[in-house]
């Protein structure tokens, strides 16, 4: 398990408090059980068969009263044996779900300090799994007995001692768990990867539904899910065969070390010491069930240790893959008041080889990533220039996947520069810390983002504090205050998953309200109308008129009609800017921005 075993004892150490409270319980429960083996072997020896001191029994009084003194010895045992279970139970399980949580956190955190660069290559719905289900692997790992597993050694240390006839047992049991234990590691590991990747694939699936519906896909996504769910399944019964083949080896070795014991024990009554009493044999006995304790619950629950350790190493692979934007330790943290933006000499291209580090090498990602190194060889920006004056509109056209939108997402630094330079007011966008250079730009997509909640909620997702004027005074200006009081409960209505209950023009207006409240210096309008009619397109135009009022923009569009006014025309092909100028100065040289004209019917 690498060192992913001391991580996870670190975590257990920063709930100091919980931790011993576990192991006094497990020490009361050790001690404990060495009572009850004396305990019967006294009561065998000296109140059912006393045997004669000095060539003189013990009266009838005297056993009672031995009796009276071991039945309390017993009752008082019996009770820290449930004091001692349910607290080894319990606060066990207590610690494994304290400790899963600050896990949780840890690569919640960690997950959104990755980049753009990372996502683009994951299924969500794995991620997601990892994050809410394979983190209880970290239970697992502790219910099994990570905590408690030196006083079980102890246990056995000490009861091996009493009962050296079993040891003889011990070797085969290990051998046991050598020989199976890397194939259940397997097995689970890869029923794990699998349901990782049914996770992520329905996931994916459920939404674009409307995608399936309108291809009438139905009956083949039920047919794929079927053929994952039979292969789920045999992975599933793969586990469940290997793991009870050990635990059924490890009973029928007990079992054999039990029979040594009684036949060893018999052997030393008959003929190496006949004075060896009832007792005796009976507290052997007993020594010899306290040695089979630890290591039968060790059999039993190897089959969830194993599985767990799959879970703990898919949950730690993401918690080590390094972020690849990380902010500088004096980071400028005041956001840029003028918003002026300057690209220099700017290259880009995606999953480089020094980018790798931040993609993790397991499950359904291996085979993602199998295309990278020939497409990482192609720049897709290719030596960026170009400077935008505060509140200058700045156009970028030109052909589908030429890198017009990679451009704009360098400047919040979703993605980072390879090459070249990226300022604004005149400071590297690298030397900001995130969240001062994010709070000064805002995005407005073509496939507005809508959470679910109220509408509310979602204006308020930007500019948490804002007040309720501010915020119906940004949705009057975004031309959506009137349909969002036609909703059922107003600005308090529930909108489903992605505001799939709203229109696009609807939801491209509650955008744009969000960002009148982040109030940003620069904004970024990438096809921010491309999707919508025309009596959509003039709503959202409108209150986008409002929104660039006064602010740096990055507009990038393939109606060139969206554009003519900008201040600028930059025109991009193949990751580099071929053109600069207005409407008309394009148009009249006649190169590639006049022939996307001509083919869109744009006049001048």
Not at 201 to 230: G, M, P, Q, W, Y
Not at 323 to 345: L, Y
Request: net charge positive; aromatic share 8%.
């Amino acid at each position: 398990m690498r060192p992913y075993i001391f991580v996870i004892l670190r975590y257990a150490w920063t709930n100091k408090g919980l931790l011993f409270a576990v192991i006094l319980m497990g020490s009361i429960g050790f001690a404990a059980s060495f009572i009850f083996p004396a305990l019967i072997g006294s009561l065998i020896d000296h109140v059912i068969q006393p045997r004669a001191i000095n060539g003189i029994l013990p009266t009838m009084a005297e056993r009672l009263h031995h009796l009276w003194i071991l039945t309390g010895i017993a009752v008082i045992t019996a009770v820290l044996f449930g004091i001692s279970g349910y607290g080894r139970g319990h606060l066990n399980m207590k610690l494994g779900y304290r400790i899963a949580l600050m896990l949780r956190k840890d690569v919640f955190d960690h997950l959104h300090k990755l980049s753009l660069q990372f996502y683009s290559h994951q299924r969500t719905g794995g991620l997601v799994w990892r994050l809410m289900q394979e983190v209880h692997g970290v239970n697992g790992l502790i219910n099994s007995g990570v905590i408690l597993f030196f006083l079980d050694v102890a246990q056995v240390s000490l009861a091996l001692v009493l009962t050296l006839a079993v040891l003889c047992v011990l070797p085969f049991y290990v051998l046991t768990f050598k020989a199976f234990n890397p194939r259940l590691r397997q097995v689970s590991e890869r029923m794990n990867e699998h349901f990782s990747r049914i996770t992520g694939k329905v996931t994916e699936r459920l939404a674009a539904i409307s995608l399936v519906k309108s291809f009438a896909a139905e009956d083949r996504e039920r047919e794929e899910f079927r053929a994952d769910n039979d292969e789920h399944y045999s992975h599933m019964v793969d586990q469940s065969h290997v793991g009870h083949l050990v635990t059924a080896v490890s009973d029928v070795l007990v079992q054999l070390g039990t029979v040594i014991v009684i036949g060893y024990g018999g052997y030393l009554a008959l003929r190496v010491n006949p004075n060896l009493t009832a007792g005796s044999i009976t507290r052997f006995l007993g020594y010899v069930a306290v040695l089979y304790g630890p290591v039968k619950r060790l059999a039993d629950l190897n089959m969830i240790f194993q599985s767990s350790l799959s879970s703990v190493r898919r949950v730690f692979s993401i918690l080590e893959i390094e972020p690849e934007i990380v902010e500088k330790p004096n980071a400028v943290t005041n956001p840029p008041p003028f918003g002026s933006v300057c690209f220099h000499n700017v290259y880009f291209r995606y999953a480089s080889p020094a980018d790798r580090r931040s993609m993790p090498l397991d499950g359904d990602e291996r085979e993602e990533r199998s295309f990278l190194p020939d497409y990482a060889a192609r720049w897709v920006l290719k030596g960026i220039s170009f400077t935008a004056q505060p509140g200058e509109r700045i156009a970028l056209v030109g052909p589908s996947g030429c890198g017009k939108t990679t451009i704009a997402l360098l400047l919040p630094r979703l993605y980072e520069v390879v090459r070249g330079r990226v300022m604004v007011d005149g400071i590297d966008v690298r030397d900001y810390s995130l969240k001062a250079l994010r709070a000064a730009i805002s995005i407005v997509q073509q496939d507005s983002i809508i959470l679910g909640g109220t509408v509310r909620e979602n204006l308020l997702y930007g500019c948490p504090d804002a007040s309720e004027g501010r915020m119906v005074e940004a949705a009057r200006a975004a031309n959506a205050h009137e349909f969002i009081l036609a909703l059922p409960n107003g600005y308090d209505t529930q909108l489903g998953e992605r505001g799939v209950d709203l229109s696009g023009g609807q939801r491209q207006r509650i955008s744009i309200a969000r960002s009148l409240l982040h109030d940003p210096r620069i904004l970024i309008l990438d096809e921010a109308t491309s999707a919508l009619d025309t009596m959509s397109e003039a709503l959202v135009q409108q209150a986008l008129d409002r929104l660039m009022h006064g602010r740096t923009c990055l507009i990038i569009a393939h109606r060139l009609s969206t554009v003519r006014n900008a201040d600028r025309i930059l025109t991009v092909r193949n990751g580099r800017i071929v053109e600069a100028g207005r409407h008309e100065e394009l148009l009249a040289r006649n190169g590639l921005y006049a022939r996307l004209a001509r083919a869109q019917l744009v006049t001048a």
